[in-house]
């Protein structure tokens, strides 16, 4: 009597997930996807490939490549959203400064993927859940923190605004050219810009370290 034929040792048995679990499995399939190729060439055959799934199966979970796209920025965004405005609600107002720049950087580091697709050009017509508008979120709170240290020394607190733009854009900026410096290390890069938009260039400290 013959034996039923045995599953090949290079061959595991494929796993049966859940809905949630296949969702979930898409979603950083296509982050790691769109990190990779950008959302104009990344494909719906390439994510299902790499899910070992057909293409009607990621349809049905997200109705085609820009819904999977959008469930993928939405994620970042909640994620570097909490991250960036949890700094700036606690401490004094350097330090607030300081761990503001030190969520941005942090999320560059461990969510590198992520953040390659939130700088790129979004095909998502929506205003809302871009890397810009979390940067006027960041404007905003920035420019109430300084509104009031500014009316505390006397200063135009109309103005608050506008350093609140440039301060975001310079951490913002740098936080790009470090995606892929990476050194010195996101602590050093911290301590610099808060150096710079903290003492101006005529009050540089030789070593700036970050506060406790």
């Known amino acids: 009597m013959s034996r039923p034929p045995q599953p090949s040792a290079d061959k595991p048995a494929r796993t049966r997930m859940t809905g949630t679990q296949r969702r979930e499995q898409l979603i950083e399939i296509g982050r790691s996807v769109f990190a990779e190729r950008g959302y104009e060439a990344a494909s719906i055959e390439e994510i299902s490939a790499r899910a070992n799934v057909s293409k009607p199966v990621v349809y049905e979970h997200f109705g085609g490549k820009e819904g ?21 609600a606690q401490n004094r107002s350097r330090v607030r400064v300081e761990r503001a720049a030190l969520a941005l950087l942090t999320y560059v580091e461990e ?16 205003e809302e859940g871009t890397y810009s508008s979390l940067l ?10 300084l509104a009031g240290d500014f009316s505390r020394r006397g200063f135009d607190a109309g ?11 310079m951490v913002a900026t740098t936080a790009t050219w470090w995606l892929d410096e990476r050194t010195p290390s996101k602590e050093v890069v911290a301590a610099h810009l808060v150096n710079l938009c903290w003492n101006g260039l005529t009050n540089l400290e030789a070593d700036p370290q970050l506060g406790e």
């Open 68 to 88: 999977l796209y959008a469930v993928v920025v939405d994620r970042e965004m909640s994620v570097l959203l909490e991250m960036v405005t949890s700094s700036l």
């Open 111 to 126: 969510r590198t993927e992520g953040f390659r697709i939130l700088v790129r050009d979004s095909p998502v017509t929506a």
């Open 136 to 145: 006027n979120e960041a404007v905003s709170q920035v420019g109430h923190i």
């Open 159 to 169: 103005l608050a605004t506008l350093y609140a733009q440039a301060l975001v854009g």
